[in-house]
C-alpha cells in the first residue's frame, strides 16, 4: 500500500501530469487505501507485504506540510504495527513454551545502566579499611570523641530557615542553634574547636528558604558543601507522628558506593551520637539516589519479624553535593577534593559519582 | 571674552543646559566639575570663569582648578593638583592652592573633600567585612536539576529502603533481646535441618501428608513440649479445616485480629507505646440459639 503511494508521489515528481488529481490522490490515499488494504490483504500477503521505504527517500523530503505529515502518520503507524506483531509473536511464543520459556529479559533502569565507576569501594578493600582507619573521622569511630554540633544560618536568616534549624536541633542529639551575627565563619571556627564542638553547620538561605548547607568537621575535618532542596518542616508532612524524643537515633546509611560516597557517609554517620537508643526507635536515613541525597527522620516499630511499621516525623529535605573541600571551612585557599563541574559531570545522564 | 553673567542668563535661567537636571524643589547639576550638585549662579562651572572643585579618582583626591586666563584653551583649562593622603595636610593643600580665592569655593572645595574622604574610608572597612557574593542560576540547569531529584525520589523507594533496612538488622540481632522474635530465626534454623531430612527420607513425608486435614485435639501441655516448629503448622492445619468447631472460631477470630493487624500497619495510626506483640489474645464468640429454638417452636 505504501510503495503504491510512495510511486505515485515519485511519479508526481519526475514527470509533470495533471496537477489535480495527483495532488488529491495522496490525500485520499490514507482513506482510500485503508478499504482497500482489506481487501488487498489476503493478496499482498502472498506478495512481500512489508511496506519498505527506498533508502533514498525520506519522508523530509516531502515539501507539502499537510502531505508530509500524512506521510509520516503513515510512517509512524507502520512501524508501530511491526512493532505490535513482534510483541504478540514474542507472548505467543512464550505461552506455548510454557515453563520452559526462557527467563524475561531484566529491563534497563538508570541503576542498572550505570557506568562503572573506578573508585567504587569493594567491601573487603584493605586499602580504604586503612584509609579509614587513619582519618579525620577515625577519633570518632573509635569512640574518642562524642558529637557536638553548631547549627547556624548565613546573615538575617527569615522564619523558614530559623524554624529549620531548630528542628533540626531537635533531631541531632547534642546540636546547638546560634544566632549568626554577622560573624565571619573563619573567625567561628577556632572558637567551636575551643569549646569542643565537632561539627558546624551552616544553613544558607536565599529569598526566604533555605538552599544550602556547609558542613564542616571540626577540629581539622573536611568541608562539604550542599545544596539543599525539597525542605519540608514538621507541619507541612502528611501524616506525621508526634514530635521526636530526644533519644539517639540510628541511622541508615544507603548507596554511598564510591570513594567519594563513602567518605560522606562516614561524614553523616559522625553526626550522630556513637550507640543509638533502640528504645527511642527512630531512625534517620541518608540515602544516596542518583546523586541525590534524601534526608528521612521516621519512627518504627516492628509489629512482626517480617513487618515493621514507620512513621514519618521530623524534617525532610535533599541534598546534593557540590563541592568537598579538604581543610576547614577556607573557599579561597581551600584544597577541594571533589568540586561539581556542570560541563563535565552533568553531561552523561548514566554517570553518578556517590 | 567671557561673560559670565550672560552666560549664566542663557543657561541658568531662561534657556536650556543639558546639564541642568529640574526637580520639585531644587535644581540639581550634572556637571562632573560642579562642587555642590546644585544648579546655582555660584556653583555653575560654565557661568564662572574662576572655579575649583575636588574630585576623586581611584583612591586618589584632586583638587581641580580652573582661571580666566586660560578660558581660550579649553584643553589646558582645568589645573590638576593631587591632595595629600593626610586630611589635615590636604586642607593646608587647597587653602595654599586656592589663597585669595574667594570664601565660597575654599569652603566648598574643603567640604567636598571631607565629604570623599569619609566615603573612602566607609568603603575601605567595608571592603575587609564579608561580602555576599551571587551565584548566577542558570533555569535550564535548575529545572534538570529538579525533574532529576523527582525521577530519583521515585527510583528511590525510600519507604520500602528503609523498612528492608530495619527488618535487616532485626533479622542480624542488632536490637539483641529487645523483641520478643527470635522465633522467626529459629524456624528458619529448624526448617532448614528438616529440609535436609526430609531430602533423604521421602517416604515418610507421605505419611506426614496423610495426617494432614485430620482432626487432633492435643492437651496444652502436649502443644508446649512440641517442636516450635509446629506452631505455624499447626495453625495452617487449622486454617485448613472448615468444620464448625470452637477451635476454628478461635483460629478465624485469630485470623482476622492479624489481617487487621496486618492492613492498619499500612496506614499510619498513631503508635500505642512499646512494641508489644499480640499474642493469645482472642476474642471467642458465642452463638445464642435460644431465640431460634423459639421460632422454630412457634412455626
Known sequence: MDTESHEKLQEKKKKQKKKMTKQKKPKRSPEENEPQEAVKEPENLDKDSQPVFPPTFSVSEIKNKQRRHIMFMKFKQEKRKAKMALKKKIKKQREALGDKAPPKPVPKTIENQRIYDETTVDPEDEEVAFDEGTDEFSAYFNRLTSPKVLITTSDRPRGRTVRFCEQLATIIPNAHVYYRRGLALKKIIPQCIARDFSYLMVINEDRKVPNGLVLCHLPDGPTAHFKVSGVRLRKELKRRGKDPTDHSPEVILNNFTTRLGHSLGRMFAALFPHDPQFVGRQVATFHNQRDFIFFRFHRYIFRNEKKVGIQELGPRFTLKLRSLQKGTFDSKFGEYEWVHKRHEMDSSRRKFHL | ?299
Open chain 2, 1 to 299: 571674552m567671557q561673560h559670565d553673567d550672560v552666560i549664566w542668563d542663557v543657561i541658568g535661567n531662561k534657556q536650556f543646559c543639558s546639564y541642568k537636571v529640574k526637580t520639585k524643589n531644587k535644581n540639581f547639576c550634572r556637571n562632573e566639575y560642579n562642587i555642590t550638585g546644585l544648579c546655582n549662579r555660584s556653583s555653575c562651572p560654565l557661568a564662572n570663569s574662576q572655579y575649583a572643585t575636588v574630585r576623586e579618582q581611584k583612591g586618589q583626591c584632586f583638587l581641580y582648578m580652573k582661571v580666566i586666563e586660560r578660558a581660550a584653551f579649553p584643553a589646558r583649562m582645568w589645573e590638576r593638583v593631587k591632595l595629600s593622603k593626610n586630611y589635615e595636610k590636604a586642607l593646608e593643600q587647597i587653602d595654599e592652592n586656592l589663597i585669595y580665592w574667594p570664601r565660597f569655593i575654599r569652603h566648598k572645595c574643603k567640604q567636598r573633600f571631607t565629604k570623599i574622604t569619609q566615603y573612602l574610608i566607609r568603603i575601605r572597612k567595608l571592603t575587609l567585612k564579608r561580602q555576599r557574593k551571587l551565584v548566577p542560576l542558570s533555569r535550564k540547569v535548575e529545572r534538570r536539576e529538579k525533574r532529576r531529584e523527582e525521577k530519583a525520589l521515585i527510583a528511590a523507594q525510600l519507604d520500602n529502603a528503609i523498612e528492608k533496612e530495619l527488618l535487616e538488622r532485626l533479622k542480624q540481632g542488632m536490637y539483641g533481646d529487645i523483641y520478643n522474635f527470635p522465633v522467626h530465626a529459629f524456624d528458619k534454623a529448624l526448617e532448614k535441618q528438616e529440609e535436609e531430612e526430609s531430602e533423604t527420607d521421602s517416604s515418610e513425608d507421605e505419611e506426614d501428608d496423610a495426617d494432614v486435614g485430620k482432626k487432633e485435639f492435643i492437651a496444652e501441655d502436649e502443644v508446649e513440649e512440641s517442636d516450635l516448629s509446629d506452631f505455624e503448622d499447626m495453625n495452617n492445619l487449622k486454617c485448613s479445616d472448615e468444620e464448625e468447631l470452637s477451635e476454628e472460631d478461635e483460629s478465624e477470630d485469630e485470623e482476622e485480629l492479624e489481617m487487621e493487624a496486618s492492613s492498619s500497619s499500612k496506614g499510619k495510626t498513631p503508635l500505642k507505646g512499646p512494641a508489644r506483640r499480640k499474642r493469645a489474645h482472642v476474642e471467642i464468640e458465642y452463638e445464642q440459639e435460644t431465640e431460634c429454638q423459639t421460632k422454630v417452636k412457634a412455626t
